[in-house]
């Protein structure tokens, strides 16, 4: 098949198509380039923890590289990124980061604090309800709860801006093609979203850093001819979230601010007020409220009409928090997570020194968010060990 690069770019020189290409000969030199790594340029795809964690490892282990990240979304995050509809914040995938021990993300998040970016979500008023009498609520018990400052967006901003300064970061930037060329070096093809304008441009690389979902990574690898990674990525499956995201004009004077909820809780899994984090107060009394469905409930209703889904969770909400229907919402909208958690998560990222190529992300390590960032930092030292 005809090159993205060859139909849009006449101009740029015929590269190999992926049935002929091959990977390039690593120097003998601990599998890594032969050329100056101070010239080298790392491509990061991706805008979620596992990116963050890849350029915190390459600015303290090849501080002379040059780290670009291309994020297909607005703004950095992933699955920690928040929705902002008019003077809301709502954040509608992942809720808190729990601080453990001897956890590089904890141990990475914890200068955010000092530079406000995060901050500890109160504990005592985030637990489960054991049924569905509110009273049934109980606390968690030895956590702390760190969330982003205004919103949980910061979370990946503060990261980067803490433990890797110097990396650029390019939004609303979507790698549709990956290929590799004979001089060892990566041309990367980048959908460029601004305004109402779309355009395309070309990139160079020496090696490119893959931290998005595994069907995503399927993709790009197989377009670049990578069918050994590809087929590892192709195992991997998630389920499915849907989310609810809803404010009211008031507040509902629960006596818990985040909760797990019991199995006969109507689908949902977790409700959670975002205006109790810190630095969401809201002077008007409004709460925005997060609600997330079960994988079994969400893989059912996956794909229906998002205000069809929105109107059946809220009327959930509603019965299982007793809610009057009388008090009024100023928004309310589901939202699909396509791939929320990996099932059968890989033991750890890949990179290929032979192909300067590597994946990471949550689908290489595990579920949780903490899992996600520990990726990046392995991958990312693999690829500067390659940069030696």
Not at 49 to 72: E, F, H, K, Q
Not at 192 to 206: I, K, L, Q, S, T
Not at 281 to 295: I, K, L, Q, S
Not at 329 to 341: N, Q
Request: include cysteine; hydrophobic fraction near 40%; charged fraction near 20%.
């Amino acid at each position: 098949m005809e090159s993205l690069l060859s139909r849009r770019f006449p101009f740029l020189p015929r590269l190999a198509s992926a049935s002929t290409r091959r990977p390039p000969r690593a120097s003998s030199r601990s599998g890594g380039l032969s050329r100056d790594p101070s010239g080298s340029h790392v491509v990061v795809v991706g805008g979620g923890l596992a990116a963050a964690g890849i350029a915190s490892s390459l600015s303290r282990l090849a501080p002379n590289a040059t780290v670009t990240i291309l994020d297909a979304g607005r703004t950095v995050g992933g699955r920690t990124a928040s929705l902002t509809p008019r003077e809301f914040t709502f954040d509608h995938g992942t809720q808190y980061i729990s601080a453990k021990p001897n956890c590089p993300l904890t141990n990475d998040i914890a200068p955010l604090v000092d530079a406000n970016f995060a901050d500890y979500w109160d504990d005592t008023r985030v637990g489960a309800l054991s049924t569905l009498d509110l009273d049934s609520f109980t606390p968690l018990q030895n956590k702390q709860l760190l969330v982003g400052v205004p919103s949980n967006t910061a979370i990946v901003h503060g990261l980067l801006a803490t433990h890797a300064p110097h990396a650029t970061v390019e939004n609303s930037s979507t790698v549709v093609e990956l290929v590799r060329r004979d001089d060892e070096t990566w041309r990367v093809l980048v959908r460029v979203r601004e305004g109402g304008h779309v355009w395309y441009r070309p990139m160079n690389a020496d090696v490119v850093l893959l931290a998005v979902p595994a069907g995503r990574a399927v993709k790009l690898l197989r377009d670049a001819g990578a069918e050994h990674l590809a087929d590892v990525a192709a195992n991997v499956k998630y389920t499915k979230s849907l989310a609810l995201v809803v404010a009211f004009d008031q507040t509902l004077g629960l006596n818990f601010n985040g909760a797990t909820l019991p199995p006969e809780a109507r689908g949902l899994a977790w409700v959670g007020n975002d205006s109790s984090k810190p630095g969401r107060t809201r002077a008007d009394g409004a709460e925005c409220w997060v609600a997330h469905a079960t994988p079994e409930w969400s893989d059912v209703h996956s794909g229906a009409d998002p205000s069809e889904v929105g109107a059946e969770m809220l009327d959930a909400f509603r019965a299982v928090l007793r809610i009057h229907s009388e008090m009024s919402t100023a928004h309310c909208r589901a939202f699909e997570w396509g791939a929320a958690f990996p099932i059968n998560a890989v033991d750890s990222p890949t990179f290929d020194a032979a192909w300067a190529l590597g994946v990471a992300g949550d689908w290489t390590a595990g579920p949780r968010a903490a899992d996600a960032y520990r990726s990046g930092l392995q991958l990312g030292s693999l690829a500067a060990e390659h940069l030696e």
